[in-house]
């Protein structure tokens, strides 16, 4: 959340002020209907505004959640999962993460995904059938750690 409101606070009192130099820079040089600076800036300043509206909703509606709260004995958000492939035996570890945050290639999956969606709720032992592109994969949740 911290870094959020960092980024945020970033955006408006840097990024901001910076395009705004830059589109009263581009003005300056004279004929706004053939400058293609003025128009970058003002596409710049565009894109800026909907980021910073965007963080500002994402900060305003974040909630907080407590972990040492949570039933770490089952599969929810923000646990990190140990399932195998009853198919071929593979042994997978995922942590389920909220959309934004998600990043395979750090083994964060979204709870939006197939494979969190099936395991959600699911206790160390149990057997899950989840359907993926590829069809449908059984899994057995082989642990459950925060």
């Known amino acids: 959340m911290q870094k959020l409101k960092d980024e945020l606070d970033h955006l408006i009192r840097v990024e901001r002020p910076s395009i705004s130099a830059q589109i009263a820079e581009a003005r300056d040089k004279g004929d706004l209907s053939e400058n293609a600076e003025y128009d970058a800036a003002k596409e710049a300043q565009g ?82 059938e989840i359907q993926v592109p590829a069809g449908i994969i059984p899994f057995e949740v082989v642990e459950v750690s925060r």
């Open 47 to 128: 894109m800026l505004e909907l980021k910073i509206s965007k963080l500002q909703e994402l900060v305003h509606n974040a909630r907080i959640i407590d972990e040492s709260k949570m039933d770490s004995s089952k599969v929810l958000i923000l646990s990190t999962v140990k399932i195998k492939n009853l198919k071929n035996g593979a042994a997978m570890s995922y942590t389920l993460v909220p959309e934004k945050e998600a990043d395979l290639k750090k083994g964060k999956i979204s709870v939006d995904s197939p494979i969190a969606k099936g395991l959600l709720g699911k206790k160390v032992g149990d057997k899950v």
